[in-house]
């Protein structure tokens, strides 16, 4: 490649990159997803601060004042035959809840304010056994609350007929101090979210900017500024030129967001120390960015090339998703393993999946994050997926020099076999 | 500078779009091209540029090979094409960096030709706010932005008012002046006449007529007269001198015109024979000459021909 090639696909990728950023879309995703970041990263700590519901102790500290805020809503209790023989227990422990005691059984009346939403629920209790009654929903663990305070209750009061008195059953149940500590490397719990995240990125970043390029392609076909860019620069400059803005720009946009979360999760470190899943994020190794980037630029150079050939064969920006849906099937394929994957990292469909190059950038990312891999296995998997990409590179260059200049229906892949052979040995002429 | 094609053939599968063609074209002239639609005029003008190699012939300048990096080309696709979205001076100055310009220069000649074109005031606004017309000056002045030694132009006055067209024309002719060679492929015979020292002329990827227009022409019988009387009255007196065999044999056909009469002869020796006749009529002639067929004449009985044998 000569100095004059070079210059071609750096005006290319200038020129794009330049209109890309320029453009009204890209400027407005990248404000809203970074505000989306800033909103997430401050508001999430007071919120979830404030959801803390203070951990139960049935033993009220007297010299405390404490001001107990009833969050739990109103429970209506229904004790028909005084089973409930400490109330004064009960009401302790449910300490987050405001209960109504009543003689008389579970009826209509109370169903009534519970669906109204006047009151969360009801607890019948009747011959030692008790009855949750609440709204059915998929998000409350309303019933599982209730159920495991009453459990509590029942386990003092057992405790307590034994001879025990309530402190000393305090005593019994205070769960020992057990620290567990991972033997094993890595440990999954640590890195999942900081994985799991930068697979997302990965994902999301790859498909939005390699569909970019073959939207490019299509518009540049369709508004026939191609006749112009074909008899002005070499086909192969103009497409590598396009992937090398596109991604750029789509780097730049990255780096933005990476930058606004990276400053905001330091600001507030205390915090997301503490969020168990989130820890690793903040003490996430050096070389784990390294390799996500280089991950990243092959897989958006292997699946952008593919892109950007399909691209080039279409004659209408609308008929792209139809020509790409294998491309994009293949890719999403590709995430929905490594997703599964991160379940059980070191599992034998994870190890292939790593080394085929099409799932490699997302399956070999989630090993190394979250698992300990050989810088053999890696070097394998990166020198795999390069090669991959050189190949699908040249290919996609022999499809665009000859999709560009056919309108109409997209050729058949057997066509464009053809088409290509014929191609094969007119040198660069 | 010369630029020529040798023996150019070209299939796309199993069809042939260009059989043997040959053309050339010199510094300081325009080349017609012309051909009905599907004759593979677009295909010799992409094998020119490079898009794609032929599958047999040459493409040479000066007799060498022809070396892309070397020579500038200027084209106006017939189908035109920019980015309706970017602003105008940005994608001129694109487009001049790609055919190898830096980019101040670019941005230099791309001022140039929108002065030029009376688009000055349009340099950051996008494409597609413009009218049809004013997008096709655009165009046009792309296609010269990067100074080129060859300027492919194809239907560059469709779209045009007679303002900008004279407008285009005085710039074309300046370019052939300087020294480029200019390849103009249009279907609007009157500009090829009006331009082009030399056609070719292509059907169906075969090559149906070359050479100088003037020769073209000249090789044409020469039995065609044209004839204007001040009277009017004078064309039925001659239409019926034939009628009643008082001009002997000589004459085929007089077809009437608005300004005169076309005689069409047996035979172009018989020329002034069919003068001394008129004389005898004793009308006062205005005008006597050798009509020579229209391009358009010779464009419509070559192509009806080429159909004709297949």
Redo the contacts between chains.
């Keep these: 490649m000569n100095s ?1 090639n070079l210059g ?1 696909i750096r ?2 990728a200038a ?1 794009e990159f ?2 890309l950023t320029k453009s009204k879309v890209f400027l407005s995703s990248t404000i809203i997803v970074a505000i989306i970041i800033l909103i997430l990263t401050t508001v999430v700590p007071f919120f979830l601060n404030d959801l803390k519901v203070g951990d139960f102790s049935p033993i009220s500290d007297e010299n405390q004042d404490t001001i107990v805020v009833k969050r739990g809503g109103v429970i209506s209790v229904h004790d028909v035959d005084g089973s409930i023989k400490d109330k004064e227990l009960f009401e302790s422990i449910f300490l987050s809840f405001e209960l109504e005691f009543a003689d008389r059984p579970y009826d209509e009346a109370v169903a009534e304010r519970i669906r109204e939403g006047q009151i969360k629920g009801a607890i019948q209790a009747k011959e030692g056994k008790f009855e949750i009654y609440s709204k059915s929903s998929m998000i409350s663990n309303f019933p599982y609350e209730v159920s495991q305070l009453i459990t509590t209750y029942c386990q003092y009061r057992a405790m307590n007929e034994k001879g025990l008195s309530y402190e000393q059953a305090a005593e019994v149940f205070a769960p020992p101090e057990v620290n567990i500590i991972n033997a094993g490397g890595k440990s999954a719990d640590d890195t999942y979210m900081l994985t799991y995240l930068l697979i997302m990125v990965l994902y999301i970043s790859v498909m939005l900017y390699g569909q970019m390029v073959s939207v490019s392609v299509a518009t ?1 076909k369709n ?11 070499k086909p192969n400059n103009l497409i590598f030129g396009k992937i090398l803005g596109v991604g750029l720009a789509g780097l730049s946009q990255i780096a933005v967001w990476i930058i606004i979360s990276t400053v905001m999760l330091q600001i507030n470190s205390s915090f997301w120390k503490k969020v168990p899943m989130l820890s690793g994020l903040l003490e996430a190794p050096l070389y784990l960015f390294v390799l996500m980037f280089l991950f990243y630029i092959l897989g958006y150079f292997m699946y952008a090339a593919m892109f950007g050939a399909l691209g080039s064969l279409v004659s209408r920006v609308e008929d792209i998703s139809a020509t790409s849906t294998p491309v994009a099937l293949l890719y999403v394929s590709g995430f929905l393993i490594s997703m599964f994957g991160m379940m059980n990292p070191d599992s034998l469909m994870m190890k292939i999946c790593s080394f085929i190059p099409f799932y490699a950038p997302m399956c070999m990312f989630v090993r190394v994050s979250m698992t300990d891999v050989s810088m053999l296995e890696v070097a394998i998997s990166l020198v795999l997926t390069a090669a991959t990409a050189v190949f699908l590179g040249w290919l996609s260059a022999k499809i665009y ?1 000859v999709g560009v ?1 056919m309108y109409g229906k997209a050729p058949s892949f057997k066509e464009l076999g ?1 088409i290509i052979k014929t ?1 094969k040995n ?1 040198k660069s ?1 | 500078m010369e630029l020529s094609a040798l023996s150019v053939t070209k299939t796309f599968g199993e069809k042939i779009v260009l059989d043997n063609i040959n053309l050339t074209a010199r510094a300081g002239q325009a080349l017609g091209l012309l051909g009905p639609n599907g004759a593979g005029k677009t295909t010799l003008i992409r094998i020119i540029m490079g898009v794609f190699p032929p599958d047999s012939g040459r493409i040479e300048v000066d007799n060498k090979q022809i070396s892309r990096s070397s020579v500038k080309f200027g084209y106006l696709p017939e189908e035109r094409g920019l980015y309706p979205k970017h602003k105008i001076l940005d994608q001129m100055i694109y487009f001049g960096t790609l055919r190898g310009l830096s980019r101040k220069t670019a941005e230099k000649q791309a001022k140039y030709w929108l002065e030029r074109f009376e688009m000055g005031q349009y340099q950051n606004s996008p494409l597609l706010t413009l009218s049809k017309g004013n997008q096709q000056k655009i165009q046009l002045a792309v296609t010269l932005i990067c100074d080129p030694d060859i300027i492919i132009l194809d239907e560059p006055f469709s779209g045009l008012d007679p303002v900008n067209a004279g407008l285009l024309k005085e710039i074309v002719v300046e370019q052939v002046k300087s020294g480029k060679i200019v390849i103009f492929s249009s279907h609007q015979m009157s500009y090829v006449e009006e331009f082009c020292d030399n056609i070719l002329l292509i059907n169906k990827g075969r090559m149906v007529l070359e050479g100088n227009l003037r020769q073209i022409k000249r090789s044409y019988a020469r039995n065609r007269i044209m004839i204007g009387f001040e009277n009017a009255d004078a064309y039925g007196e001659l239409t019926s001198l034939k009628n009643s065999g008082g001009l002997g044999n000589i004459v085929k056909n007089i077809e009437k015109q608005d300004d005169g009469a076309v005689v069409t002869l047996e035979n172009e020796a018989d020329r002034n024979q069919l003068l001394a006749s008129l004389i005898n009529l004793g009308h006062s002639i205005e005008a006597f000459y050798v009509k020579e067929p229209s391009l358009e004449q010779i464009f419509v009985e070559r192509v009806g021909e080429g159909y004709e044998q297949q």
Excluded at chain 1, 223 to 233: C, G, K, N, V, W
């Design positions: 004059s071609q005006n290319v020129y330049r209109q540049e508004s026939r500024a191609m006749e112009l860019l074909i008899t002005s620069a020099r200049l053809k191609l007119a002429y």
